[in-house]
């Protein structure tokens, strides 16, 4: 089964910056979407953005313009730039890819731990 594993998280006062990233491993033949969720206290888990294996991006309303999110193909890895950063930003931030692994060739879809980001003066 394909792991995620992020980093990044931490505790930033608001309107700082904080860059996310995930990697993936196992036995990948090939990563189709990228992306992050994240969940608050009390909330469901909401999409914060996506990015496909040729670029084209997704982004939630109240991330445009604060967040960008890349990948890198060689290392199978997401990042997530986040700026501006606002309490109602704080929550776990949970990665996501979904694609094709070996040895079987088969589709899989995988979450990560989650990493806490915390806005906070």
């Known amino acids: 089964q394909v792991q995620l594993v992020e980093s990044g998280g931490a505790l930033v006062q608001p309107g700082g910056s904080l860059r996310l990233s995930c990697a993936a491993s196992?036995?990948?033949?090939?990563?189709?979407?990228m992306g992050w969720y994240r969940q608050a206290p009390g909330k469901q888990r909401e999409l914060v953005a996506t990015i496909t294996r040729g670029g084209p991006t997704n982004y939630a309303d109240s991330m445009k313009g604060r967040f960008t999110i890349s990948r890198d193909n060689a290392k199978n890895t997401v990042y997530l730039q986040m700026n501006s950063l606002v309490p109602g930003d704080t929550a776990v931030y949970y990665c996501?890819?979904?694609?094709?692994?070996?040895?079987?060739?088969?589709?899989?879809?995988?979450w990560g731990q989650g990493t806490q980001v915390t806005v906070s003066s």
């Open positions: 196992g036995i990948i033949v090939s990563i189709n979407t």
């Open positions: 996501y890819a979904d694609g094709w692994e070996g040895p079987t060739i088969r589709f899989f879809n995988s």
